[in-house]
């Protein structure tokens, strides 16, 4: 299995790690991932497609002729990046006009859209093409933990072209992708809700994306979770620095301050397939300042070690010292 590695904006220059797990849990399952040398931003598709539809096709489109040039899916970790790619893909392959239109400036820079490729989110390749079974037989650890699953928006949305058989209110696949490392998927009031930054909102009017924000923690913490687990570094933003922030603005309503571990499900992943947590760039330097996760990990994955027989401080101490 080859795959196009779309990395997207906010994995680079928020969550490297979640790269870094990614990769190493891919590597593992036997897929390979052929980086998209001079790709750029997808472009967002709640910003820039609400004011530019016809440039938001071009850029998205050289983005596919970069995969082109792989021979290769693209597959993303990003549901905003899967929205566009995935909805530029369908448009040109279905549109001659707008098919056209992207191809006449495209071959200004050398470039033609084939429509050769597909895009797949990281979720369709792990459910799908690796398969639930393979995932179910690799992850040879129970992690014990009681998650909330995030799905987000554009993993979704609009379900006429997206790979879940229609499953666009009540679907199950991440769940069972959870369940597939031994924890339990707690259901929780508005689940299918907007994590806050969708559609530009955290950019607009920040104190409404936040009370977005604060309304999913609030239900997540009735529940009793151990931890978020989101396929979406945008939507994880939200919901580990987005605590932080709500523990700011919202102080007087909330009452305790929110404090629940957001991870990534590779993080996850690999730790049940019993890969070091160091690779999975799970173990934070405590004197890197400023650096995600900003909502600490560190009371999942004190739960998880103990399970599975690590030392936290001693692994600690170790990324201090790992060059």
Partial sequence: MAYSFYLGCVIPNRYPMVERATRTVLDELGAELRDMKGAT????????????????????????????DNQADVVTMCNGCYGTLLEVEHALKHEEKKRNYVNEHLQKV???????????????????????K????????????????????HLLKPSAIRPWDGES????????LVEALGCES????????????GGGVRSAVKEVSLDFTRHKLEEIRKVGADCIVNMCP????????GQVEVNGVFKDIIGEPYNIPVFYYTQLLGLSMGLNPIDLGLIKQHD??????????????RKIFKKLGYNYDELVEQAKNKK
């Fill in 41 to 68: 931003c997808c472009p967002a598709p709640g910003v820039f497609r609400s004011f530019d539809i016809p440039t938001w096709l071009v850029i998205g489109g050289r983005n596919l002729t970069i995969a082109e």
């Fill in 169 to 176: 209110e009540e679907p199950r696949f991440f769940d069972e």
């Fill in 288 to 301: 890197l300042k400023g650096v995600p996760p900003f909502t600490s990990q560190e009371p999942a994955l």
């Fill in 110 to 132: 050398g470039r033609k859209f084939k429509g050769s490729i597909h895009v797949k989110h990281l979720a369709e390749v792990l459910y799908y093409d690796i398969g639930l």
């Fill in 186 to 197: 707690v259901d929780y009031r508005d689940k299918m809700m907007c994590c806050g930054a």
């Fill in 134 to 153: 393979k995932i179910q037989d690799v992850a040879i650890h129970d992690l014990g933990l009681k998650v909330a699953v995030h799905y987000g928006c």
């Fill in 234 to 241: 945008f939507c994880m933003l939200q919901l580990d620095l």
